[in-house]
């Protein structure tokens, strides 16, 4: 695969976070390795930390980084995915393999040889997909409700993906956040991080063309999960429905060491809307699973 710029001119004019920095104008490092580069910003100081972000919202886990329950303890690794904000983007499909083996790399660039790692939705799937392919890196996983594709997605998604073949990104994103966040999900995100619906739009190529496919493309059932030996939290928040419920059952069934979370006071956004909430119950299941 090789570097390709942006994918449109209309998409590049949509992106409203300049280059080096986030929604919120913090600024990010890069690293460069194995023929990409990625953005990338450490906070805290401690036992590391690392959080993945799903396709659809770049910067969700940025209230994360304000929260003293992690940062006084932890060392909180976040970056850009390949294809998203400044990091390389790359042409034509990308596997779940492939960005396992980029956020390894990553953290052995940063001398981060073992850390707890953090996913949500579709990420919380490239979690277990890391700690399947690197398992001495991985000391723990917390999985936000995860997108186990051995449960089917809400009819939304599929409809989300059909508008954006259609060229109606705007409309796609909102028919697919209101399926999986719920009809109030804008005000929760504009209220939490400014613009983040903008930096949907500009990425939207990205998580329909290339991280959804890639999400279904990954196999993971039971033999998989038999390899998981980590510890592993699955957070749910207080009323999903009955499909990341029906997701989080199979997981408790699955996986030999795995334990549950619910988090009150969220929607899907569980990190966007309860960042206390997430920042404690992350930091109490990491202190009961210390790297040693």
């Known amino acids: 695969m090789k ?3 942006f994918l449109s001119l209309a ?17 990010l490092k890069r690293a460069a390795f194995d023929g990409v580069e990625l953005e990338y910003e450490l906070r805290g100081a401690g036992p590391a930390v690392v959080l993945l972000h799903n396709g659809a919202g770049v910067d969700w886990f940025r209230p994360l980084l304000d929260e003293s329950a992690l940062t006084k303890r932890y060392r909180l690794l976040s970056y850009r995915r390949v294809g998203f904000g400044g990091s390389s983007k790359l042409a034509g499909p990308i596997s779940f393999a492939q960005e396992a083996a980029h956020c390894r ?64 990104t705007a409309r796609a994103l909102d028919v697919f956040f209101r399926g999986t966040c719920g009809p109030d999900y804008r005000a929760a995100l504009d209220k939490a991080l400014p613009r983040t619906f903008d930096e949907a739009m500009a990425h939207a190529d990205r998580f329909f063309g290339q991280e959804l496919p890639a999400l279904r493309q990954l196999s993971f059932g039971p033999e998989e ?7 592993v939290l ?3 928040w207080e009323k999903t429905g ?3 419920r029906e997701r989080r059952d199979l997981l408790l069934a699955w996986l ?22 997430m920042a404690k119950g992350l930091a109490a299941f990491f202190a009961r699973h210390a790297i040693r």
Do not use: C, W, Y
């Open 3 to 5: 570097a390709i710029p």
């Open 11 to 27: 998409v590049a004019l949509l992106v409203l976070t300049p280059r080096g920095g986030n929604a919120q104008g913090a600024a």
């Open 105 to 168: 790399s990553l953290m052995r660039h940063l001398k981060i040889e073992r850390a707890h790692v953090v996913g949500h939705s579709s990420s919380g799937m490239l979690a277990l997909k890391l700690a399947l392919d690197a398992p001495d890196a991985v000391q723990s996983l917390a999985l936000l409700e995860p997108a186990l594709m051995a449960v089917p997605s809400p009819p939304q998604v599929l409809e989300a993906l059909q508008l954006h073949r259609a060229g109606e």
């Open 225 to 231: 999960a038999k390899r998981i030996t980590q510890p």
């Open 234 to 236: 699955v957070v749910l």
């Open 242 to 244: 009955p499909k990341h």
């Open 256 to 277: 030999p060491n795995v334990e549950p979370f619910v988090l009150p006071k969220a929607s899907h956004l569980l990190h966007v809307e309860n960042p206390r909430g």
